[in-house]
T-cell receptor, first 112, second 113 residues
Framework: DSGVTQTPKHLITATGQRVTLRCSPR?????VYWYQQSLDQGLQFLIQ???????AKGNILERFSAQQFPDLHSELNLSSLELGDSALYFC???????????FGQGTRLTVV | GQNIDQPTEMTATEGAIVQINCTYQ??????LFWYQQHAGEAPTFLSY????GLEEKGRFSSFLSRSKGYSYLLLKELQMKDSASYLC??????????????FGKGTSLLVTP
C-alpha cells in the first residue's frame, strides 16, 4: 500500500457525461500528479499540483481539469466524455518535486 | 519534445540475470526513474538515478549515462514474481517550478521456469 488513495476504483458512465476522480496523497506529500494509462499508450502525464498550485501541464485535454484543495487532496474532472477517454487514471504524490512519486491504485474509467 | 524508448517485451529464465535498456531524448533532464507495474495495478518505485553511474538496491541495480541518454535496469536472481512491466521515466522541467515525470511505454518481462 503506497498510502495514496484514489476513489472510486471503477467507474462506468455514458458518452457526454462528466465525472470526478478523487485522490488523497500520502500524509505530508505536497505534490500531486495525474496520469492517464490506456491499453495502447504508456502512462501519459496530465498535470501536476504543488501545495494547491498548478505547476506543470502535460497532454491534458481542455475537457479535463483538476484542482488541489487546501487539505492537499486533488480532484480530476473529466467532461463531455468520449469512448476514447476509457482508461486507467492514476494519481501519484511526492514530498517535493525532486523525490520519487508514489502511485495510487488507479480509477478504471469505462465510457460506454 | 520527449522520446523514451524501451524494448516492448523480454523473456528470461528463473534464477538468471536480465538487463532492460532505456534510451531517452528529452528537453531537460532532472533524473531517471524505474518503476515496476503488474497488470492492472499501480506502478511501484524501484530506483532513481540523477548522476552517472550504478545504483544498487538488493536484486535490482540501475545505471545511468547522461551523455549517452541511456539507462538500464539489471535484475538478478530472477523470480517468477518479477514477471511484470518495467517502466523507465525521465523527469524534465516544464516550468519554473513544475516537473513532468514522462514514462516510456514499458518493457513486459516474462520470467519462465
Amino acid at each position: 500500500d503506497s498510502g495514496v488513495t484514489q476513489t472510486p476504483k471503477h467507474l462506468i458512465t455514458a458518452t457526454g457525461q462528466r465525472v470526478t476522480l478523487r485522490c488523497s496523497p500520502r500524509s505530508g506529500d505536497l505534490s500531486v500528479y495525474w496520469y492517464q494509462q490506456s491499453l495502447d499508450q504508456g502512462l501519459q502525464f496530465l498535470i501536476q499540483y504543488y501545495n494547491g498550485e498548478e505547476r506543470a501541464k502535460g497532454n491534458i485535454l481542455e475537457r479535463f481539469s483538476a484542482q488541489q484543495f487546501p487539505d492537499l487532496h486533488s480532484e480530476l474532472n473529466l467532461s463531455s466524455l468520449e469512448l476514447g477517454d476509457s482508461a486507467l487514471y492514476f494519481c501519484a504524490s511526492s514530498v517535493e518535486w525532486n523525490t520519487e512519486a508514489f502511485f495510487g491504485q488507479g480509477t478504471r474509467l469505462t465510457v460506454v | 519534445g520527449q522520446n523514451i524508448d524501451q524494448p516492448t517485451e523480454m523473456t528470461a529464465t528463473e534464477g538468471a540475470i536480465v538487463q532492460i535498456n532505456c534510451t531517452y531524448q528529452t528537453s531537460g533532464f532532472n533524473g531517471l526513474f524505474w518503476y515496476q507495474q503488474h497488470a492492472g495495478e499501480a506502478p511501484t518505485f524501484l530506483s532513481y538515478n540523477v548522476l552517472d553511474g550504478l545504483e544498487e538496491k538488493g536484486r535490482f541495480s540501475s545505471f545511468l549515462s547522461r551523455s549517452k541518454g541511456y539507462s538500464y535496469l539489471l535484475l538478478k536472481e530472477l523470480q517468477m514474481k518479477d514477471s511484470a512491466s518495467y517502466l523507465c521515466a525521465v523527469r524534465s522541467p516544464l516550468s519554473y517550478s513544475g516537473y513532468a515525470l514522462n514514462f516510456g511505454k514499458g518493457t513486459s518481462l516474462l520470467v519462465t521456469p
